[in-house]
Each structure stands twice: as C-alpha cells, then as structure tokens.
C-alpha cells in the first residue's frame, strides 16, 4: 500500500540554524500539506501546496517557513532561523484531489536546544 | 467561536460500550467533513469520510447535518484498540481558492477491560 515517507524521524538543532524536513507524498497525489503539532496540542495547518506553487497557507507560515518541490517525488519544509517554539512534530500529507481525505506520513519530531 | 470544535473529554467506557462524539464547526461554506484518529505520538489515520447520508464502516457511523453545522462519530462495541484521540475534520469548499484543512483539538477516548 502506498504511503507518505518522511526524513529524518527526529531532527535536534541549535536555535537559529536552518533546518530541511523532508517529505515523499504519494506518487499519484496532487496536493501536498505541511502540518506542525506542538506537543499536547492540536494539529495546525501549515500550507497546502498545489500545481507548483502554495495554494494556501496559515498565519504561522510566515516568513521564516517556505516549501519546494524540488523534484518529481520531493516535498521539503525549510525552516530559517529557527525558533525554541518551533520544537515541534511536523507532518507532511498528500491527497489525490483537493477536498479528498489526506494521507499522512510518520512524522518528522523537531528539537530546537 | 472556534473553527472546529470538539468536546476533549476523557471519556472512560468500558469494552463493549457504545460512544458518540460531536464536532461543531463555524464556517458554512465547509465542503468535506473526516474523522482521524491518533495514537499517541503517532500521525493522523484516516478512520472514515463522513457524507451527508451519512456513512457507516463495521462499528463505525459518521452523520453530517449542515443544517446545525455539526457531524458525529459513534463507536459501537468498543474494542480496548480504540483507545485514541478521535479527531474532527474539516475542509473549505474548494472553489474558495485554497485548501486549509481545520483540526480539532481532537476527543480522547480510553476503553477499558
């Protein structure tokens, strides 16, 4: 069965580094959407990512976040500069049509020390 | 008023015990309605789509009701494997331009012995 891969599982990185989170949505998927959960919270919408470019993306995707697809198979979250309060798990999803269920991958755990 | 609005719970119930969570939601114009459920420190799984003729899956029912802008999820003969977070789903109708996916805070249900 298909699936959503994502590396590395647990990233540890120093406030104000740059840190990639990768992700490999489902090949014949269309839309790609980032998410972040803090611990103990709920999920938040990050971006939805469509045709090449973002289609939407919340008031946390500021500036300091941005996405590529810099290949057929790749979907990568950059976060610049990063943040204690980004210390988070991220989560990457894909679904084959915009208002189809959304598939997710295992998650990438973030530790900014 | 929240997006999406779920009662957190606990709720405790012993296996075989039937469940029932309700999610509200604010915005009107919502086109699709899902309920995931997560483990803990796990993703997100798709437990079932819910339609506005509402859907069953084995011990599962969702119903929508647009009218009162909320959708169910019941649990039938609870299994101690549904101990979860059950988490409420809702995207914007697609012809809005973008694809923000709105999270529930999500129920936490524990089935005991």
């Known amino acids: 069965e298909p699936e959503v891969t994502q590396t590395p599982s647990h990233q540890v990185t120093q406030m104000g580094q740059e840190v990639i989170l990768r992700c490999v949505p489902i090949?014949?998927?269309?839309?790609f959407y980032w998410y972040r959960q803090i611990l103990g919270q709920k999920v938040e919408f990050l971006v939805s990512?469509?045709?090449?470019?973002?289609?939407?993306k919340s008031e946390i995707f500021d500036d300091q976040f941005s996405v590529e697809r810099p290949d057929g198979s790749n979907f990568t979250l950059k976060i610049r500069s990063t943040k204690l309060e980004d210390s988070a798990m991220y989560f990457c999803?894909?679904?084959?049509?915009?208002?189809?269920?959304?598939?997710f991958g295992p998650g990438t755990r973030l530790t900014v020390l | 008023r929240k997006e999406v609005e779920q009662d957190p719970g606990p709720f405790n119930v012993p296996e075989g015990a039937t469940v029932a969570f309700n999610c509200t939601y604010s915005?009107?114009?919502?086109?699709?309605f899902f309920w995931y459920r997560q483990d803990c420190r796990k993703e997100p799984k798709l437990l079932m789509s819910?339609?506005?003729s509402g859907n069953e899956d084995g011990r599962f029912t969702a119903q929508l009701n647009r009218a009162s802008q909320y959708i169910s999820l019941l649990i039938r003969d609870s299994k101690l494997s549904d101990s979860a977070t059950y988490l409420c789903?809702?995207?914007?109708?697609?012809?809005?331009?973008?694809?923000?996916?709105?999270f529930g805070a999500g129920t936490r249900l524990f089935v005991k012995a």
């Open positions: 789903v809702v995207t914007p109708a697609a012809y809005t331009g973008g694809f923000k996916t709105i």
């Open positions: 999803a894909s679904s084959e049509l915009a208002d189809n269920e959304q598939f």
């Open positions: 819910v339609y506005s």
């Open positions: 090949s014949n998927h269309l839309y």
């Open positions: 915005n009107s114009a919502s086109q699709s």
């Open positions: 990512f469509y045709n090449n470019e973002i289609s939407e």
